[in-house]
């Protein structure tokens, strides 16, 4: 496409613990491209992040017909998985990228930006990770994000990480055998001390690839699968009540494992949930303008 020389373009990131999407738009909001990169959680590192970021970010500059010398002219709002955590802002803040000008923020915060287009509402992000916050009056208020083994409940983290210690408790005898033990054991050919030495170095995102196993199981009427689906959706319940103490006008709950989670909740709460109006991406942009606009 032909660029204007000092025209200012937006990029939207949106990293989450498995993949990073990001989003260029021209400065009056038109949609120029797209792309994808791997984790863009920084306990990874932040050479990973980059590496992330970066890969999604050509890809998008492909689809929009630009090239790296355009870097100089993105205004760029990154919302990266972890970076409510003071040593992860750091880490990212250190970067010396090539932008124009990059703001910081976490996942959550732009995916609720995004889901009720700049107004007040609530997010919960059930994916290989969980955490929810509420955007009511200025207020900010989060609930979880603590990270993985510390507080991830009912996330595909959490649910690989449970059916794991299901199929080491199961071999030493502690519980029966059931399909998700045997399914778990299939999956790595591994059983006890193997099973522990293989997945003694995994993190959330490789726990959170066992939760599959989890909700096969559970349709095939594993009862200790099904509990723990029952655990994850009891868990989201009580995020909604908690968050509903902060009488958003409108709560959505989005993320790879809440989308199989929503048909198992209550009737009732399932129908006060509402669609996200645009995206983390999307929200990430806005993120960047409004930025921009306190820096100017």
Known sequence: M???????????IDGGGTHCRVRIESSC???????????????????TVILSIMTAFKEALKQAELSEQHYGQFVVGAGLAGLHLPRYL?????????????????????????????????MVIVGTGFSALSLVNGVKTMIGGYGFLQADHCSGSWLGY?????????????????????????????????????????GARDFGAIAPLVFNAAAKGDVV???????????IVRTIDLLKNTNPPRITLLGGVARQLIP???????KELSSPIHNAE????SFAKHMQLRAN
């Open 29 to 47: 909001g038109q949609f120029l491209g797209q792309g994808i990169g791997g984790t863009a959680n920084p306990s990874h590192g932040r050479a």
């Open 162 to 202: 449970q059916a794991v210690q299901k199929a080491l408790l199961s071999y030493d005898g502690y519980a029966q055998p059931s399909l998700l033990c045997e399914l778990v054991t299939q999956h790595f050919n591994a059983s006890g001390y193997q099973l522990a030495d293989t997945l003694a170095e995994a």
């Open 90 to 122: 750091t880490m990212m803040q250190n970067w010396q990228h090539p932008f124009k000008a990059m703001y910081y923020t976490d996942d959550l915060h732009v995916a609720t930006i995004g889901a009720h287009a700049g107004g007040d509402g609530a």
């Open 2 to 12: 032909k660029v204007v020389n000092g025209e200012v373009f937006y990029a939207g």
């Open 225 to 235: 699968a099904q509990q723990l689906i029952k655990d994850s959706c009891q868990f």
């Open 264 to 270: 198992m909740l209550p009737v009732t709460l399932a």
């Open 282 to 285: 999307q929200g990430a942009i």
